[in-house]
């Protein structure tokens, strides 16, 4: 991010992770996230310390405040657990401990590292609570659909309807007194990605936490946040929300504390075929990318249930998205439906509380 030009900066190394900035924001803080944003009226951020690394194919990043020098080798450290976990979560790792599950579950029952097994237990109630929106056996029709891109074109329904043969969770058996986990039928997979991010925040988090530090803000690959203590006086730290439409501004601001954020969207990944414009994400139930929505961000406990449930709502809708959020205490949600009738964005706040999100008050036309 470039700073006003009273900014100080300068690069150092602590552990293996690199503190990549000290850098007065001022009122930017809020666009750590989101580059070259127009600011609207919202909590405004201070001078920050910032390491990062990557990961999980992504930039992962903690934000601290400035004047904690004893902050610096834990949050390292914190960072660094994130290769660990990556190692042990990744589908594109032939040695990582979940592609030896998808590689021999289907023959046997694989037994299974307890906080893994965990949280694909986790995964498995979530798809279960979000009637299959959020579905950790989508990894076949995710390939799919990928390798049609790669080709220029859109898969046939009878390519959908092969790949969906192998999804959902009915095909996997959860052995909870052993820790195992068997297929039913050859061909089933399990794939972390729209969880793996929060889960890897939640670890690191717990392990900076546990360090002592208390105030921090981490996010993986920009869409996947966690945040601890305040920032700068506030009540939080100030994170800003793209427009889906216009990606370079700022639809908001949300004031994050305590919890964790995810937004899913379909306005940055796409691709176009034929004169029809596809989204990246998938609705499992059907195989076909979801048309009716623009972007859904979430706040939830944990970074791990955020992530999921901002892939879920995005293809489960804002009726059945606003029902969640009313039967499970400490998740809210900021939809985005596509305009209809108008011109302008509606966006819907399910339970966020006004003193944490900040619209900005000109949106822009779609």
Not at 171 to 200: M, Q, W
Not at 276 to 305: I, K, Y
Request: hydrophobic share 40%.
């Amino acid at each position: 991010m470039d700073g006003d030009s009273g900014s100080s900066r300068r690069d150092f190394l602590s552990g293996r992770a690199a503190v990549r900035s000290i850098e007065q924001a001022g009122e930017k803080l809020a666009d750590e996230l989101l580059p070259h944003a127009e600011s609207p009226p919202a909590p405004a951020g201070r001078e920050t310390v910032r390491l990062g690394k990557q990961a999980m194919a992504c930039d992962f990043d903690v934000i601290l405040n400035p004047g904690l020098p004893g902050a610096i080798a834990p949050a390292s450290d914190a960072l660094d657990l994130i290769n660990v976990l990556e190692d042990q979560l990744s589908v594109y790792r032939e040695h990582s401990e979940l592609s030896c599950v998808n590689r021999d579950a289907a023959a046997a029952a694989v037994e299974v590292e307890p906080e893994l097994y965990e949280l694909l237990r986790r995964a498995a109630r979530i798809s279960e609570e979000t009637g299959g929106g959020f579905d950790p056996t989508a990894g076949p029709l995710v390939d799919l659909w990928r390798r049609c891109k790669a080709e220029g074109r859109a898969p046939d329904q009878k390519e959908i309807d092969e790949a969906r043969a192998v999804i959902g969770l009915q095909h996997v058996d959860f052995c909870d007194e052993r820790h195992t986990i068997r297929f039913l039928k050859p061909g089933v997979e399990l794939n972390l990605n729209s969880i793996g991010k929060g889960y890897a925040l939640d670890k690191a988090g717990e392990q900076l936490t546990g360090d002592g530090v208390e105030d921090w803000l981490f996010h993986g690959g920009h869409s996947s946040l966690l945040a601890r203590g305040s920032h700068a006086n506030l009540d939080g730290w100030p994170v800003g929300i793209r427009n889906p439409l216009f990606p370079e501004k700022r639809l908001g601001t949300v004031l994050l504390k305590n919890c964790g954020m995810s937004t899913s969207g379909s306005g940055v990944q796409y691709f176009r075929h034929a004169g029809r414009r596809f989204g990246h994400l998938l609705d499992p139930r059907t195989g076909w990318p979801v048309e009716d929505m623009l972007s859904v961000t979430v706040l939830a406990p944990t970074a791990a249930l955020a992530d999921a449930l901002s892939t879920a709502f995005f293809v489960i809708g804002l009726e059945k998205a606003s029902e969640y959020c009313h039967n499970h205490k400490g998740v809210s949600a900021l939809v985005i439906p596509p305009p209809t009738g108008g011109r302008r964005l509606q966006p819907v706040s399910l339970g966020i509380a006004d003193d944490v999100l900040f619209l900005a008050s000109d949106d822009d036309p779609a």
